[in-house]
């Protein structure tokens, strides 16, 4: 079966120092991998470097036996790949229901898991209640909530989510956001997941990823993960 994703020697890095380097791995269908790592690890420098934004990445990147590292960003997104980025700030001037409908716009390839405006306030009826709300109106979660919904009207098969924890509040990590990756991972949805939060990306994650010193130190299923306690204070400081 070829890899959803398959990553081989991928390097990048800004002002000519290394971030990452000589990183190797692939993703199969269904698959929910968390990529950890210390503060400057390299992780935001890996998502980006998968939908070429920022410095030109060496090494190759292919999305379902395509090459994309030379691709423009919005030729990658248009090949069934989402990045839900840090900072849930995109049009705050608008509201709910007028941004999960500019996610909508733009032509996609064929989906495994088609997604509407329906089924989006069906997964998600806070959204439903809130889609009159201004975004810059809502909470951290609900914005979270949002970022995801979008996401997933671009009939994406493949979620990439960059520290969806940053900023929220335990309860709100606890009662939206881990349910709603818990979800995804139910609804077969391939899912790539850079956290800081290790209680959540365990929680949602069935293999984990260690980027450390530019490269990956640990790839292996969650279990083991939990039976490495050096690597996780070694590497992650637990």
Known sequence: MTPVLDINGLGNGYGGADVISGISFAITEGESVAILGRNGAGKTTLLHSIFNIGPPCTG??????????????????RMGVALVPQGRDGFPELRVRESLRLATLTARVASSHPCTMETIYQQFPRLYERRNTLCANLSGGE??????ARALLTQASLIVLDEPSEGLAPMAIRDMLQPELLKLRNQGYTVLLAEQNIALALAVATRVIILSDRKIIFDDSTQEFRKNPDIQRMHLGL
Do not use: D, F, K, S
């Open 143 to 148: 914005r979270q909530m949002l970022a995801l």
């Open 60 to 77: 190759q990147v292919l999305l379902n036996g395509h090459p994309i590292a030379r691709l423009p960003t919005y030729r990658i997104a």
